[in-house]
């Protein structure tokens, strides 16, 4: 893991999505100069990937409440949706 990659991981969701659509906006705008576009696709990416795997951790972590048919509550798995 280099360096770059090691200080992504450290983000937080919002700081990592915040960075990422920075970036976008600024690829987007085509005044980026190839080497710094191609550096920044390359973050993006590592942000894209960090931001993924938030989610899914999130997500794992996430339950759905549940009542049964005598009335008593509990929880079960969030079901993911495709």
Not at 32 to 43: C, G, M, N, Q
Request: with cysteine; glycine share 6%; charged share 35%.
């Amino acid at each position: 893991m280099n360096e770059q990659s090691a200080s992504v991981e450290k983000l937080s969701f919002e700081d990592a999505l915040a960075e990422l659509e920075a970036i976008v906006r600024n690829l987007e705008s085509g005044k980026a100069k190839l080497e710094d576009s191609i550096t920044a696709y390359e973050r993006g990416t590592a942000l894209k990937n960090h931001c993924e795997k938030k989610l899914k951790e999130a997500q794992g972590k996430i339950e759905k409440l549940s009542i049964s048919p005598d009335g008593t509550a509990g929880t079960a798995p969030f079901a993911k949706q495709e």
